[in-house]
């Protein structure tokens, strides 16, 4: 039942990109991270753009949520887009005036970088949009279990992530109750100044702790009698299950990661005619 | 030492720290396997100290706990008494720890190291228990109170225990969901022989018990079956415990001369009315129509509603619909109530009615569509409320709500002052910024003593200190103090025992009497709504099913039923003298019904005579 986790970007669809391992999913995205920083060509950066796109069209959500997430960090792109093109230093000089200069290598970076972080943003929402909260902690435990080798308490990590999990709607709920309960007695929380907004929180803030205390209170003693321990003699019940469809992916990845360490050796000699007009400084 | 008592306790004293009374104090007590008792006692009698003390949660400072022969102040005994006594807490939502339903029941077993296959199993065996396999993969957060309730109960029974205890797990829950969650203990303990402790402040559900004890004051007050304990009658009441409705129609009936036994059942109970008619040789009648509740004529704060839509998470994935089309009036001067169960919109639609949901038209950034060609114009929603027309964008929304005024459900949760003046002052405050000291110290007084509380000895103590219906009381104060003339409250008696939900509803009486011309109460329980409404609205499915007078709309009991709604205790007996001929038209009070019941049995005796 999918469309039952309503919080975070979950969007839900049947598609293979959902029905991935979360642990391919989340390597795969580290890999992906990795190589955008590690290309210095076009080509790798366009074979990354492939594999992006592949995803996100088998993943089925529609194009426009995942752009959804690159509008929040449109002003970084833009802010570091006017710093690249106006100080980025480079011989085809087009333009100068003081400090400022547009560069033809300035202008090929600007667009490189500003790939680079498009790419890397549609990369991540892709997780988050065809993961649950669930199922990517579920993958970040079983990601981290060789940590216990080392004595890190694993799975005390994993009941945190999964009880935070478990609390936010229900915490939502209750911070949108008590906000109502507020404003039906006349509480203000649009205008006035920043203090007096910030005042304007106390009525909501007070009643929210109070109960999240006596929640954490609640559930102590519901995981007492059902008999939670510090025990190393738990079982865990869910496993993931690394499929057909995972290994698959695992071989794409790795001929994508063989790609873009080709490319960023061969990317001279593949055209060298036009390598002098695309070369990234 | 004998096998047949599972738990075995002797003289058991504890007390809080900090506090020198004994919360249970010398509670001698024999459990035997597969017994289905019920502990039974008001808020602050003991028994939920009781239920922890029998895990380990809470250690016991004289006397004896044994659970299987094993002691239970020994704490190396803790995790095995644990796997054999499982206890479900009050509040579904503070029991869970993951968010999937499956992941949830593994909990406890992955906590005693069962293997994996077994889990598996396990889990199987408790969805099933508990009537809620097709779940498996749900989240608890989109589940009904009854359904969660039932997913805790089923994450207990994994542990596979001996013993259930439930901690008045059922007083946070509607109707339907306390029925589920009772229905899945009575086959528990039916067909698994299950030993079930049933701890609950409603004196129906202890009826189904073989065994009952009444707890007070940290002792064991009465025990027996629950026949021999409602037949002790009055002196429940000085337990701070109410009789079950069935017991106070039957004595109302005893008291006119009718042999009635102290019945439980609806069924036996109108058989035994009917016996009494036939005996007196009335095989049939109708009693006179209930009188027309008068209220004032003046409409100068009527409530109206036309064509009112709402959805939630509008334009996203998860869009859904909660009203679907809602017209309704609510006159001025009525007690109305709002009836339907969680989910069914009512929450939602009484949210409009103070614009805390604003009409899409009264936001700031609303722009009228044009209709594309072919289309017809869009039904626009509207509502206002006196004066108030809330599709308007200028609508003055601070003197709407101090006019409105609507307390939550469990208003208590949302005091955060550190006193009760302040707290309660606070409302008052914000619609009057320019208040002198005088008159805000005037206001909140007169809310304060119109609740029930005595101003001096609170005002200055923190509002975290009081007790719950004291708190409660406070909350109300809090909304009341702006003097608005309609007061709406959302399930105003929720979580409370009988004896403290007939308080507040007798203070909701006096407040329409002298304090607000409109109350509106949102509910769920049917008794409720036929013992004090004027007038009330079914909401079913995001629209109005039934608008009427209380005892029109439970005259159409089959409807509601097919609603998943329930009917008064009075309508279901009058059903059922109805098919032996009897027709009783009562207002669907109990003392309405009682006397129209007489009045057909003894208008029957002067026809004999």
């Known amino acids: ?281 | 030492m004998s096998q047949d008592f599972i738990i075995e306790c002797e003289n058991v004293k504890f007390s809080y720290a900090g506090s020198q009374a004994y919360a249970l104090n010398g509670v001698s007590l024999k459990v035997r396997r597969g017994e289905f008792l019920s502990v039974i006692g008001h808020n602050g009698s003991g028994k939920s100290t009781f239920a922890r003390l029998l895990n380990g949660l809470l250690e016991a400072d004289e006397g004896k706990i044994t659970v299987l022969g094993l002691d239970v102040s020994d704490s190396k005994n803790v995790v095995e008494i644990r796997k054999h006594v499982g206890i479900v807490f009050q509040n579904p939502d503070n029991q869970m720890v993951a968010s999937i339903v499956e992941d949830d029941i593994a909990f406890g077993p992955e906590n005693i190291g069962v293997e994996r296959e077994e889990i598996g199993r396990r889990i199987d065996w408790a969805l099933k228990a508990v009537g809620m396999e097709k779940y498996r993969e749900s989240t608890p957060t989109r589940l009904s109170g009854g359904q969660k309730q039932r997913i805790a109960v089923a994450g207990v029974l994994a542990i596979k225990p001996d013993v259930l205890i439930l901690d008045e797990s059922t007083a946070m829950l509607d109707p339907k969901g306390r029925r589920e969650v009772i229905e899945v203990v009575k086959r528990l303990n039916k067909e698994e022989g299950m030993t079930i402790i049933l701890i609950t402040h409603f004196m129906e559900e202890a009826l189904l018990a073989d065994r009952a004890i009444v707890m007070n004051r940290g002792e064991i007050a009465i025990e027996g079956t629950p026949e021999e304990i409602f037949e002790s009658g009055e002196i429940l009441e000085t337990y701070n415990l109410s009789l079950p409705r069935i017991s106070i129609l039957s004595q109302k009936l005893r008291g006119a001369g009718m042999r009635i036994d102290n019945v439980l059942q609806t069924e036996k109970l109108s058989s035994q009315i009917v016996k009494n008619m036939q005996n007196k040789g009335i095989y049939g009648g109708q009693s006179s129509k209930p009188d027309k509740i008068a209220i004032n004529e003046n409409d100068e704060w009527d409530i109206d509603v036309k064509d009112l839509v709402f959805t939630y998470s509008k334009k996203s994935p998860f869009a859904t619909k909660a009203l679907n089309g809602i017209n309704l009036h609510i006159s001025e001067g009525e007690f109305f109530g709002i009836i339907g169960h969680t989910g069914s919109g009512k929450s939602t639609l009484v949210q409009h009615f103070n614009a805390l949901i604003k009409l899409p038209q009264a936001e700031k950034k609303y722009k009228a569509k044009k209709p594309k060609k072919g289309q017809l114009n869009p039904v626009i929603s509207s509502i206002s409320v006196g004066q108030f027309d809330l599709g308007n964008k200028k609508c003055d929304w601070r003197a709407l709500r101090s006019q409105v005024g609507m307390v939550f459900q469990y208003p208590e949760y949302q005091l955060f002052a550190e006193s009760v003046f302040a707290d309660v002052a606070f409302g008052l405050k914000n619609f009057k910024k320019d208040i002198s000291a005088e008159e805000l110290e005037q206001a909140v007084r007169e809310s304060i003593e119109v609740v029930g509380l005595d101003y001096n000895e609170i005002k200055d103590k923190s509002p975290f200190d009081l007790s719950g219906g004291q708190k409660r009381r406070v909350a109300i104060a809090g909304v009341i103090v702006t003097k608005p003339h309609i007061l709406i409250l959302d399930e105003p008696a929720a979580g409370l025992d009988p004896k403290g939900k007939n308080e507040i509803m007798e203070l909701l009486h006096k407040l329409h009497r002298e304090w607000c011309k409109t109350v509106i109460i949102v509910s769920h329980d049917m008794d409720e709504v036929a013992e004090n409404c004027t007038k009330a609205a079914v909401i079913s499915n995001g629209s109005v099913f039934a608008c009427d007078a209380p005892y029109k709309i439970f005259a159409r009991s089959s409807e509601l039923n097919a609603l998943g709604l329930d009917v008064p205790l009075t309508s279901k007996i009058a059903a059922q003298l109805e098919q032996q001929g009897y027709i009783i038209e009562s207002d669907c009070t109990i003392s309405d019904f009682a006397d129209k019941v007489i009045e057909v049995y003894s208008g029957g005796k002067t026809n004999a005579q």
């Open chain 1, 1 to 281: 039942m999918l469309n039952d986790v309503t919080f975070g970007q979950f969007y839900p669809a049947k598609s293979v990109v959902h029905r991935l391992d979360p642990r391919i999913k989340l390597l795969s995205l580290i890999a992906i991270i990795v190589l955008l920083f590690v290309a210095n060509n076009f080509y790798s950066l366009a074979l990354c753009a492939v594999v992006i796109f592949s995803a996100i069209i088998a993943s089925r959500v529609p194009f426009k949520s995942v752009l959804r997430s690159v509008k929040a960090i449109i002003f970084i792109l833009i802010f570091t887009a006017i710093l690249n093109i106006f100080f980025h230093r480079g011989e085809h000089v087009f333009f100068e005036y003081g400090v400022i200069h547009i560069t033809l290598e300035g202008i090929i970076f600007t667009v490189f970088l500003i790939c680079r972080l498009f790419f890397l943003v549609m990369a991540s929402s892709v997780l988050t949009l065809t993961t649950t909260p669930v199922a990517l902690t579920d993958g970040i435990e079983s990601l981290l279990k060789p940590l216990t080798l080392i004595r890190f308490p694993v799975h005390v990590l994993a009941l945190i992530m999964s009880i935070a999990l478990r609390f936010i709607p229900t915490l939502i709920d209750e911070t949108n109750r008590i906000i109502s309960a507020q404003k039906a007695r006349g509480a203000d929380f649009e205008s006035g100044n920043i203090f007096k907004r910030i005042a304007a929180i106390v009525p909501i803030l007070i009643p929210l702790l109070i109960s999240a205390f006596r929640r954490a209170d609640e559930l102590g003693d519901a995981m007492d009698a059902r008999c939670y321990t510090d025990s190393k003699k738990r079982t865990k019940y869910k496993k993931l299950k690394f499929g057909l469809r995972d290994l698959f992916t695992f071989f794409i990845f790795a001929a994508f990661i063989a790609g873009v360490v080709l490319f960023n050796i061969y990317c001279y000699d593949i055209c060298p005619q036009i390598y002098e007009y695309i070369k990234v400084y």
